[in-house]
């Protein structure tokens, strides 16, 4: 088994070994990883947080040995809480990193960050706080940063950064917490999933106070939440059917 650690800022993750498929998810700065399979240009990989697999261009990652992996895995992460800052190689070349970068691996690179950090186990009302962190930051499918999000990439981070770990896709993580009745028995921070006309759940937003939700819907947006689901003001109509409401926290 080998295994790997992104040193560049985002790097795609594709559902097959070619620059012309989907983008699945991302690989910010200083995720690391498992190697399933290395062909000449690209490896598919497991990504240690969340088990997500994917296949990543080899130019767009070092290798690491089975130990230094095992280290990163059991330290407590430490986060970059910048929207936008650099790291600075051994050259004094720098290097961007966004908003939930992994700085664990910073002395494995031979790197060194300057910025604001954030570690361990936040309560729970710091995650309208992070999540306000991504408004407005544009839809991406795949995307994890504030430069360009998808739905669960942005709940996913939002938790991350708050020492809380969910799966990658909103259908896995509809699998994770405790379900809730109704609306009125939740809290902010609390997850709504959303599923389509075939019952297959294709989003997820994070609850706010007064029936209030911020999601990536086109950007990152705040709108009404009901028992039917998202309320679109702007469009005058509701955008995605409510399934069901899970407690993380």
Known sequence: MQYGICNLSIVPLRFEPSDKTELVSQVLYGDYFKVLEQRKSWSKIRLAFDS?????????YVEITEEQYHVLHQETPILSNDLIEFIEDKNQQLYPVTLGASLNGLQLLEHTFDGTTTTGINAKEHIIKT????????????????????????TQMVYKLNGYKLLRDASQQASQGEALSFIEESEPGDLAFFDNSEGVIIHVGIIMEDNYIIHAHGKVRIDRLDHSGIYNADKRMHTHKLRVIKKII
């Open 52 to 60: 997500y697999e994917g296949w990543i261009d080899n130019k767009q």
């Open 131 to 154: 999540a306000f962190s991504f408004l407005n930051a544009p839809y991406l499918w795949g995307g994890k940063t504030p430069l360009g999000i998808d739905c669960s990439g942005f």
